[in-house]
């Protein structure tokens, strides 16, 4: 029953009785569909569609709880303050640090990004487990759960880059939000060309930053990486057109093997004629 306590999360309360309208009309998540007892991703993002702030949120007796990296907590609470005005909404800070555990009966809101690849992963605020860190990066790496920081950078990516239209973290029927007429041109074109995908090796990986080739060409840089795997956000016509020809990807000088997650269901384009239908 692995517990893993990441005390670099910071916890901001959104409660009152206009508290769900409010933040509908602001991130990406449906909070309309969230079930009582699951986690969803969700982003702020800015008007050109980019991830400004991303978190997980949860509901919590008349309101919900947003997860996020404690050097984002306060930005984010004054971005939300900023768009309050008349809103019947309280915002405070509310607390530091959560737990994840799987292969457990733990209660808890279970995170529908482990959920779509089959596993139950549970958060829970405060210090519940003394487990490696690193045990939940593997975790993420093999089920393909990209985060801000390691994976990409914040004002960098589309939520689209980070699968948020496959987690439950991304709606496209819910109505405007910021940043909601971007991504939604992106997804009914299907231009979406970055994908996070696994890497694997027969040897240990570079370390993260490192950037991910075909032929001399870029296609992405490393993310998370434990010992022989690790993530990355990649082009996915580049990578899928060098997998069709035979052509070596290489993480810095290291042979490197990129993979879909499956619970996508997503494929690499084999050109990139096919990429763009």
């Known amino acids: ?29 449906d909070l309309a569909a969230l079930a009582a007892d699951e986690a969803r991703p ?20 008349d309101g919900f ?9 306060d930005a984010l609470l004054k971005r939300l303050t900023m768009y309050k005005l008349r809103a019947v909404v309280d915002l405070s800070p509310a607390g530091e640090g959560v737990t994840v555990s799987w292969e457990s009966t733990n209660t808890g809101p279970a995170d529908s ?14 210090q519940h487990g003394t487990d490696d860190p690193d045990t939940y990066d593997a975790l993420r790496i ?42 939604s041109r992106m997804q009914h074109r299907g231009t979406a060309r970055r994908r996070v995908v696994t890497v694997t ?14 032929a001399g060409k870029p296609v992405g840089a490393l993310g998370s ?6 993530l990355a956000i990649v082009r996915i016509d580049r990578a899928g057109e060098a997998i069709a020809t035979g052509t070596p990807l290489l993480a810095g000088e290291t042979p490197v093997t990129l993979e879909l997650p499956a619970w996508t269901g997503l494929i690499f ?6 990429a763009s239908a």
Not at 65 to 73: K, M
Not at 148 to 164: E, K, N, T, V
Not at 225 to 230: P, T
């Open 1 to 29: 029953m692995p517990a893993v306590f990441l005390k670099n999360r910071s916890l901001i309360r959104v409660s009152g009785s206009e508290a769900q309208s409010f933040l509908q009309n602001l991130v990406t998540t």
């Open 42 to 61: 969700g982003a702020l993002l800015t008007p050109q569609g980019k991830i400004l702030f991303d978190f997980m949120i949860w509901q919590d007796a």
């Open 65 to 73: 709880v947003i997860e996020t990296d404690d050097d984002q907590r």
């Open 113 to 126: 990004r482990f959920a779509k690849a089959g596993v139950r992963l549970v958060r829970q605020a405060g």
């Open 142 to 183: 093999t089920n393909g759960v990209a985060v801000s920081g390691r994976d990409y950078a914040l004002q960098d990516a589309f939520p689209h880059d980070a699968l948020m239209d496959f987690n439950g973290g991304l709606s496209f029927k819910k109505g405007c939000y910021v940043g909601q007429e971007v991504v």
């Open 201 to 214: 090796t027969s040897t240990a990986l570079p370390p993260s930053g490192t950037e991910i080739t075909a």
């Open 225 to 230: 990486v434990v010992g022989r795997r690790g």
């Open 269 to 274: 384009p084999s050109t990139a004629d096919e």
